[in-house]
Structure formats: C-alpha cells, structure tokens
C-alpha cells in the first residue's frame, strides 16, 4: 500500500510539472533555480553583460571594443564639425568636480560595470568586485589576468574636457560625462599606459600600439562631438591622422 501511495505521489508530482503548475521543486537541484532576486551570496558570481556591448565573450571576435562606437566615415564627419579653440585655463579644476564611479545598481559603480563589460570570463564578489578574470588592452596589446594590472580610462580625460569647454558645465553633466555608458568614453586597459597618457590629448600622446589608433581616434573624435567639446588645431591635426590609418 506505500509503494502503491508513492509511486501515485510520483505520477502526480510528474503531471503537475508537464502542466505547469507553480511547484517551486519541480526540476531544481539545491539552489540551481534559485530566483534572480535573491541576495548575492559571498561567493564569486558570474558577471552581467555590461551596458551597450553585449557578453564580455565577445571581446577578441571581432565585436567592438567600445559602445557607440561611429564609423570612420562618421567620425570624420564629425572632426570636421569640432570648434577650434585654444585649451582653457585650468583654474578651478579637480577632479572632484567630476563626480566618477557612480553607483550603477547591484552594489556596481560605474568602474566595475566596465571591468565586467570589457572582460572575459569575469567573476565579482558580494560586493561587485572583480575577482578574476582577462581583459585586453587596447592601447599597448597586452593581455592582463587581473583587476589590480588595468585601468578604467576616460577616452577624453576630465582634464582635457575641462580645458575644453566641461569649465561651464553643471556638475550634473560632469557627472554624466564621467560616467558615461552609452557613448566611447570609458574603457579597460593596461594601468602603465593609462598613467602614460594622463590628461595628454592625441597630440601630445597616441596609443603605444598604432592598431589602436583607428579606434582611438573614433571614440576621441565621438565624445567630443557628443558633448560639444572643442579641439586645437594640432589636435585636430593628430586626429585625422589617427582615422587616416582606418580602412576605407
């Protein structure tokens, strides 16, 4: 009579399933199902496709390396729109009037969600930090096996915009300027070329490796344009260079 009880609960257990009803063990193995709202555990998770780049897997195969990433053509369309100028003074400057690394939701700043974007195989903590993973660095072609070897760049460096035109904005665009997910402003590289190139503009410094150079001068070109930031004439000069070295 157990016997002929258990395999009755079975058949029910089975036909609850195939018709869909809510039964929370149906098909779970221990935690396996457990639901996305449940609070991060200690343990290194997987990390989340980053904002406007899709899987960090695709990094290598081809994908671009930034998001909103314009065309040659497009780009040089731009440069062609940028205002002249001389730099600004820098009085008044500091970094801080640039609020960085904003919070991004799940415990992320701006910072974490781009080391997620931009690499491979990235695991964080509780708190959203990478604990391992890969990343590529476009400026000098190096690969890198952790966190503490590479940088979050600002394309166009807070100092560069400031001198160009971020001296009068509100603190609510500098901030938006220095978080900026959306546009080719942000991105993972080696640490040594991030310091090398400082607040240098194309000019004064150009990516190590010259393959870099077309992409460079794109997302340079981009936010600029974006944020209607202006450029000198060297700059200018550099820039096209820089989109000359693009395929037609």
Not at 108 to 135: H, I, K, Q, Y
Request: glycine share 10%.
């Amino acid at each position: 009579m157990l016997t002929g009880r258990r395999r009755r609960a079975g058949a029910f257990v089975v036909t609850a399933c195939v018709m869909g009803l809510a039964l929370t063990w149906c098909g779970t193995k221990g935690d396996e199902a457990a639901p996305s709202t449940a609070r991060p555990s200690a343990s290194p998770s997987a990390a989340p496709p980053g904002p406007g780049s899709g899987s960090g897997e695709d990094k290598g195969r081809g994908a671009e390396p930034l998001p909103g990433l314009p065309s040659a053509g497009e780009a040089r369309a731009e440069l062609a729109r940028l205002v002249v100028a001389a730099p600004r003074s820098m009085s008044g400057y500091s970094r801080a009037r640039f609020p960085h690394w904003a919070q991004q939701g799940h415990r992320c700043d701006t910072r974490e969600t781009v080391l997620a974007r931009d690499g491979r195989a990235v695991r964080r903590d509780a708190e959203c930090r990478a604990v391992s993973g890969a990343w590529h660095s476009l400026y000098d072609g190096k690969d890198l096996k952790a966190a503490s070897e590479v940088d979050i760049d600002h394309i166009v460096p807070l100092a560069n915009a400031w001198r160009s035109g971020a001296d009068a904005w509100d603190t609510e665009r500098r901030k938006a300027f220095a978080n900026d997910l959306t546009h080719p402003q942000l991105l993972t590289v080696s640490a040594g070329s991030n310091r090398a190139k400082g607040d240098q503009s194309p000019d004064q410094w150009q990516p190590p490796d010259t393959a870099a150079w077309c992409v460079y001068g794109r997302a340079w070109t981009s936010v600029k344009s974006t944020y209607g930031l202006t450029v000198t004439n060297d700059e200018r000069a550099m820039l096209t260079k820089m989109l000359g070295t693009c395929p037609s």
